[in-house]
């Protein structure tokens, strides 16, 4: 029998949630859940986050040693519904405790049940404790997933669009690559390119605006949204000083509208940046040959 009094079982964890199974759940959806979550969090799949990774296969592990054996998961059961007693809990833990898992749950309860803007205010003071990563760490993927949305759904609401770009992108970051995307994805998929396209353009800066755009080449967009994201990155490109991104997207543009008059300007601002930037090269050599010839 798995030792209770062990510092290992920690009552101020759920394990259900942990393993992101509910209280009903059966030994085989446990395990499958187990299994899908080690796979996710493995280091080799988080190079950048090794750390983490290991934290959370270690959280997997001791969760799944208390609900994967029927006896552990009965003595479990029993601690967490007398310690429910105890503190006279009439709702769920999360609204009376204060550790960082219970903090989580009651941000996603507060998403879910309508109350977002407590929900991003809470979340906001946690993510400056505890960093960007913090929802990650406490929550299931799903739920994980499930809480970006709807953080960005609220703050489109609320017109703060970059708000809104950071949480979808992330979710876009997270997710692209699964072999079971969240069935909402396409409407991610939407708002980012309603936020890039049409949102973002004179409110970010150039350089920041022309690494969006350029995301935005997997989108699989329309012709002409296609046609505007190309115009959109050679302006910002430009901008920013970077001409090599310019010249791609200027090229692109070319095949695929080549009688546009925006393509044309683009064009012209593209020529008159290569030449001053040659002009630039030029002078600096004849400062330095006559810098030499003077010693």
Known sequence: MYDTNRSQFRQELDYYNILGVSETASRDEIRRSYRRMVLEAHPDKNPQRREWAEHRIRLLIEAYEILGSDENRRVFDIHRKAAAKIRGESEPFYFTRSTPGAR????????????????????????????????????????????????????????????????????????????????????VIGHLRNLYLRKLPGVLAPVLLTTYLSEASEFNLKPADEILRLHLLAGAALDSGNLTIAHRAVETCGRLEPDSPALAELQIRLASLRQAQVGGRNAGGRRARRVGEGL
Request: glycine letters at 2%; aromatic letters at 16%.
């Open 104 to 187: 989580a749950l009651l941000i996603l309860f507060y998403l879910t049940n309508k109350e977002e803007e407590k929900g991003a205010e809470m979340l906001l003071e946690m993510e400056e404790e505890f960093g960007n990563e913090f929802l990650r760490e406490y929550l299931c993927r799903e739920d994980y997933l499930d809480s970006l949305f709807l953080l960005a759904e609220y703050q489109l609401q609320r017109k703060n669009y970059l708000a809104a770009a950071e949480r979808l992108r992330t979710f876009y970051h997270h997710d692209c690559r699964s072999r079971s995307p969240r069935h909402y994805f396409d409407q």
